[in-house]
């Protein structure tokens, strides 16, 4: 069975101060990790697609990056309108479009 | 370029009543996922339709069905309504190509079941 792991569960930031949300995953034959973000009342905003380890994609503050275990979403000197629930999710092997979702990382960027 | 449309945006409805939800996704887009989101569970994947064929399921009962019409519409129905079912309904689109920019989600109905 797939499962994603978001750690930590929540996440308070002074503003300015760099840190990384951390998902681990057991997909089978992982066809795409994605990063979402969601605020509340609002449905998940894609955010990254990586498909092999050692990919890194980047946009603006956030950087993500794959290893064959884990996926890391690094937050340079945020700001306070970074702050949103952000979710990680695996796609499993060929012919299924099901994401398995972790449960997310609450972060709250403080002014 | 319109985003994914869910209607309606809130429904009380109450238990062992059903209830349809709709979902119009990007155009062109061809491909239909729904998931339910609640506090607990986190966002659990119901069902994926493309081409107006269900292609897969997810853990759920049989109370919780699901159709895609030809112009890639698509509809999920919840019968004999539980409170249990009260969630957050999300419906996601995208083009069935890797590297597409992944599933673009639509603001969701939320359900409550009174």
């Known amino acids: 069975e797939d499962q994603v792991t978001q750690s930590p569960e929540a996440l308070r930031l002074q503003e300015g101060e760099s840190s990384s949300l951390n998902c681990s995953y057991t997909v089978s034959g992982l066809r795409g990790l994605f990063w979402y973000r969601q605020d509340p009342g609002k449905g998940p905003e894609f955010l990254f697609t990586?498909?092999?380890a050692g990919e890194e994609k980047e946009k603006e503050r956030l950087k993500a990056t794959l290893t064959k275990k884990e996926s890391f979403l690094h937050i340079t000197a945020p700001k306070p309108e970074d702050s949103a629930t952000y979710l990680c999710?695996?796609?499993?092997?060929?012919?299924?479009?099901?994401?398995?979702f972790g449960k997310g990382t609450k972060l709250s960027v403080i002014p | 370029k319109a985003g994914v449309t869910q209607t309606p945006r809130y429904l009380i409805k109450t238990r062992g009543q059903q209830v349809t939800l709709s979902c119009s996704p990007i155009s062109g887009h061809r491909s239909v996922s729904w998931y339910q989101q609640t506090p607990g569970q986190g966002l659990q994947f119901l069902f994926e339709y493309f081409s107006e064929t269900q292609r897969n399921k997810g853990n759920f009962p049989g109370r919780f069905s699901g159709r895609q019409f030809s112009n890639s519409r698509s509809e999920m129905n919840v019968s004999t309504l539980e409170l249990g079912d009260s969630a957050l309904y999300l419906c996601?689109?995208?083009?069935?190509?890797?590297?597409?920019?992944?599933?673009?989600f639509g603001s969701g109905t939320r359900l409550t079941v009174v």
């Open positions: 999710a695996g796609r499993s092997g060929a012919g299924s479009y099901q994401l398995t």
């Open positions: 996601a689109s995208s083009l069935i190509m890797e590297g597409a920019g992944g599933y673009t």
């Open positions: 990586l498909y092999s």
